[in-house]
């Protein structure tokens, strides 16, 4: 069964996430919609400060409250809203039908206990395995993930394996229980070239294999172009445009789409005499975007894009009419048509 002809199996619906900060509060998420199909994989990019990591650990509950605070939105996992459930029933969720990859598995990974007893962890908690039948599915694991030796290094440590084989290590615990999703937060983020194109072609045997859906979060936007089916664009906390991947590539629309596009080097043709930037700064989110956040930025910006004002169109993330859409673009002027849009469509 092909991603299109599925039914999602995870539906976001404008997500709102704040921080607190004293008498302040941080609008990290505001309004983020988007579905992933089964056995899809979205790719999710944006700057640094963009709300990706937030939207998705938002989503399991795994941010720290306080300061961190849900405001608003469903989070849908086969029709069940997951912001509805209680701290113990989310826990049942995650591990069991949400896999999640770190950023740092040397953080991630506890320094103290086996790498044995980690993966056998969430087989004795969800599976209800006895732990002679959890360890014997762990050894199964390292060697699915492509670990040498994989029933001696049961009982090695975290600090016993290199960078790479840390990481190999996250994704089989995120594998253990056969998770209908798999969430994978720069999981080849500080790996060398050569075993971060090892971890990429394993994320996509195992999804040949298992047929899970995976939401991949990167900076390395010629990562997301040879692995992803649909790529989600996001800034200041906001879905700004989102795509097949072939056709964000070949026709991206929002201006910042554009800009992150062409900051990516290119060897073809002449080499530029310096690499392009985005200039200006990415935006302080302590207020609640009631306009486009790129505007200060953005080099087609007209007074539209300032107004707040329902009858400007003011721009907002996609609601759940419009997520999984052909094209979705968040901005006034799409490609220079000088004409107010709230939502396009491809």
């Not at 996509?204 to 992803?228: N, T, Y």
Request: with cysteine; proline share 7%; hydrophobic share 45%.
């Amino acid at each position: 069964m092909t991603a299109s002809a599925a039914q999602p199996v995870l539906d976001v619906r404008r997500l709102k996430a704040v921080f607190r900060l004293g008498n302040a509060e941080v609008h990290a998420v505001n309004d983020v919609s988007f579905r992933v199909m089964r056995g899809e994989l979205l790719g999710v990019v944006g700057e640094s400060g963009s709300g990706k990591s937030v939207t998705m650990l938002s989503l399991l509950g795994l941010l720290p409250s306080p300061p961190a605070e849900v405001r608003g939105g469903e989070v849908l996992l086969d029709g069940q809203d997951l912001l509805k459930l209680s701290p113990r029933e989310l826990a049942d969720i995650r591990g069991a039908r949400i896999g999640f990859v770190f950023q740092d598995p040397m953080t991630s990974l506890n320094p103290v206990l086996t790498i044995g007893d980690q993966i056998a962890e969430p087989l004795i908690r969800h599976k209800g395995m006895r732990r002679d039948a959890a360890a014997n599915r762990a050894v199964e694991l390292l060697e699915l993930v492509g670990i040498p030796d994989a029933r001696a290094r049961l009982k090695a440590f975290p600090h016993q394996f290199s960078g790479g084989m840390r990481q190999r290590v996250m994704i089989a615990i995120a594998l253990a229980c056969d998770p209908d999703l798999l969430i994978a937060d720069e999981p080849t983020t500080a790996l060398d070239v050569t075993v971060q194109a090892q971890i990429i072609e394993l994320i996509g045997e195992l999804r040949q294999k298992l047929g899970m859906a995976i939401i991949w979060i990167s900076h390395d936007l010629g990562v997301i172009a040879e692995i992803a089916d649909r790529v989600m664009v996001m800034y200041g906390g906001q879905v700004v445009e989102e795509a097949p991947v072939a056709e964000l590539f070949a026709n991206p629309r929002h201006p910042y789409t554009r800009a992150l596009l062409r900051t990516v080097p290119s060897l073809d043709g002449e080499r530029p005499a310096q690499l392009y930037t985005i200039e200006g700064q990415p935006p302080i989110l302590m207020a609640a975007p009631d306009a486009c956040s790129f505007r200060h930025r953005c080099a087609e910006a007209h007074n539209l894009c300032a107004c707040a004002s329902p009858a400007c169109c003011a721009v907002r993330s996609p609601g759940a009419e419009t997520a999984g859409t052909a094209h979705f673009v968040a901005c006034h002027m799409i490609a220079g048509s000088q004409q107010p849009l709230e939502v396009a469509h491809g």
